[in-house]
């Protein structure tokens, strides 16, 4: 077949040259033509015949594979003729009519048969074990007390020792196997877990801890096939893959992996496993903290859908001392608001809740009294957005104004949007939210006995008291700055956070002119401590994020303390320079367009971050130089 293939590309170069030159008559002989024909006719045949050679090579040489197949597994069922046959003697040692009537007979006559049987399914053992050695199969050997390796074996299950250190084997479950010195399978072992403090044993949850991984490959065959069998081979439940081109020199494609992971040991042997595969792989959020690893966090729009069962208290359940704890139709009512909540994802409208009379009499009750003191208390950006919701989102004191027409209207003027909720979430879920701008609101209302109390956030909170000054730029970028510092940040800054936001978005007091205004929700939505705020009794301190997040402050009672904010964006650069300071090992910002969350991690990232900032500058200075003309 060679011959034939070099027969090919001498006659095509001999071939060229003839059609090169008869391009170049005018008219070409009959000769010409003639021996340009006779020379594609041999070409024709040369291929012909390349092509039944090719053809009679790929036949042969599947037959070649299929017979080496066929021995394979005829001289490896030969070899197991010998197992077989032991193991039959092992069997026949106790017959059948001893162990049909294995009563009648002595002890010692069936310990002397079990000693038999246990002797043949040894020998049964070691013959197995030569044939697999005959043919590449050999058993790892994994002592008690080794240290644990995620490339011989998968940690089946992790307890503390007292008498054996952390990272070691205290058990072998199943032994592995190598195949010609790869690994056929691993071997299951239960490993020495480090003691863990009562904070840290609370982190394991039942479902799993909640982990994200980020890993870096280049484009060859295998690549991805290997990092994923090691995942696999720990034994975790994948619950999302993405992938994306790489924007990290000389890789090519990263991939983003969601798991549920056992505990944090686990996730550390997906590490190790990860890193024989590839060098650039780290954890991007995880439940449990393990090394390399910072407490999960989302990462697109759509991981908010995982908070919509997480509530804390609330919601559908009341606690015995609500209001409506002991009316069975509101209790019913609110259990429908919540399973629409429930059941919402993102990308989906808000549901929408038709209100009733009862309800929008609450309502109108507590909307009359509040709008009456805003204009001598609410802060004034509050004040100029009020009106523009009454124009546009339906607010008055007749109707409770739809989630969905609230949240599109302040998607037009600031990006926010709103988002149902079953009833309190955790700080870090709620904070985090805000990264994206995103706001959980709950849609029920307050019991109708007690309209000016409730114990919780409804709806009447966040209409009233946080939708309007999420329409403001300045406080919309302030609430994300504090949403931006929670991903990703230790239980301890999440508490610091949460107090910030306490004192500022929920209870904040800030100085305009010569006055203090009202701008916190628990202060808009409450006519009593909306009063109390701004008089001499409570005292009034200059915010100052690291002082702010060190005050208690009671939950039950007006504020004995409020601290007074310059401005928005004097808060908003205040909590920036806080988050600083923080003990996080990386920096984020959101990214609009893609509505999603970027580490800032690496020296690639940042300079394509530098990148986009002097864009900007050249788009501002353009600007600039317009208007000095």
Not at 320 to 332: I, K
Not at 348 to 357: A, C, F, K, L, N
Not at 463 to 492: C, R
């Amino acid at each position: 077949m060679l011959r034939n293939l070099w027969a090919v590309r001498t006659r095509t170069r001999s071939v060229i040259p003839s059609l090169q030159c008869a391009r170049s008559y005018a008219t070409p002989t009959p000769e010409l033509l003639e021996e340009r024909d006779k020379k594609l006719s041999e070409l024709n045949d040369a291929v012909q015949r390349c092509m039944a050679d090719k053809k009679s090579l790929e036949e042969r040489s599947a037959k070649e594979v299929a017979t080496k197949r066929d021995y394979a597994i005829q001289k490896f069922a030969k070899d197991l003729l010998d197992t077989v046959d032991v193991l039959g003697m092992a069997k026949a040692s106790i017959p059948s009519d001893f162990r049909s009537n294995i009563k009648s007979h002595s002890p010692e006559e069936i310990v002397d048969k079990l000693s038999n049987l246990y002797q043949g399914m040894a020998m049964t053992e070691s013959e197995l074990v030569k044939t697999l050695k005959r043919h590449g199969v050999e058993k790892l050997d994994l002592q008690k007390g080794a240290k644990f390796d995620a490339t011989k074996a998968q940690s089946v299950v992790t307890k503390e020792v007292s008498d054996q250190q952390p990272g070691t084997v205290f058990t072998v479950k199943k032994p592995g196997y190598t195949l010609r010195g790869r690994p056929l399978r691993l071997a299951q072992v239960g490993v020495v877990a480090e003691k863990r403090s009562f904070a840290t044993q609370a982190a394991v949850q039942p479902n799993g801890l909640k982990t994200t991984l980020c890993f870096s490959i280049t484009d060859k065959v295998g690549a991805l096939e290997n990092c994923l069998a090691a995942i696999k081979a720990m034994d975790v439940s994948l619950t999302r893959i993405e992938s994306r081109p790489s924007r990290t020199t000389g890789w090519d494609y990263d991939f983003f992996v969601d798991l549920n992971a056992r505990d944090a040991f686990q996730v550390n042997n997906i590490l190790e496993g990860l890193r024989q595969h590839t060098t650039d792989v780290r954890v991007l959020g995880s439940d449990s903290m393990t090394r390399d690893s910072v407490p999960w966090f989302p990462r697109k729009m759509t991981d908010l859908d995982t908070f919509a069962e997480k509530v804390l208290e609330m919601g559908e359940e009341l606690s015995s001392d609500h209001p409506g704890a002991h009316d069975p139709v509101y209790r019913a009512r609110r259990a429908d608001i919540t399973t629409m909540a429930k059941t919402f994802r993102t990308g989906h409208p808000v549901p929408r809740v038709d209100y009733t009379d009862a309800e929008n009499h609450t309502w109108g009750k507590v909307y009359r009294r509040l709008t009456a003191m805003y204009k001598t208390h609410a802060c004034r950006e509050h004040q100029y957005v009020f009106p523009l919701l009454e124009q546009n989102c339906g607010y008055s004191d007749k109707q409770i104004p739809q989630l969905e027409t609230v949240s599109r209207f302040l998607k037009d003027c600031t990006g926010f949007t709103i988002r149902p909720v079953m009833g309190l979430l955790t700080s870090r879920d709620f904070l985090n939210a805000f990264a994206f701008r995103v706001f959980h609101s709950t849609q029920y209302i307050r019991h109708a006995s007690q309209p000016f109390y409730t114990p919780e956030p409804d709806v009447c909170h966040e209409l009233l008291g946080h939708a309007p000054l999420f329409a403001d730029p300045d406080f919309a970028d302030f609430s994300q700055e504090i949403g931006l510092a929670s991903l990703g940040a230790s239980d301890e800054d999440i508490k610091k956070l949460a107090t910030i936001f306490w004192f500022t978005a929920e209870f904040g007091v800030c100085r305009q002119g010569d006055e203090l205004k009202a701008y916190g929700a628990g202060l808009l939505s409450s006519f009593g401590e909306l009063e109390y705020c701004l008089s001499d009794k409570p005292e009034h301190r200059p915010f100052e994020p690291a002082r702010t997040a060190e005050t208690e402050y009671p939950i039950t009672t007006f504020q004995p303390v409020y601290y007074v904010a310059d401005s928005f964006k004097d808060a908003q650069e205040k909590v920036r320079d806080f988050a600083a300071n923080m003990n996080r090992p990386f920096s984020v910002r959101y990214n609009a367009l893609t509505q999603s969350i970027e580490v800032l991690d690496t020296k690639d990232k940042m300079l394509r971050f530098a990148k986009g900032i002097r864009d900007d500058m050249k788009t501002l200075t353009t600007v600039i130089e317009s208007f000095s003309h």
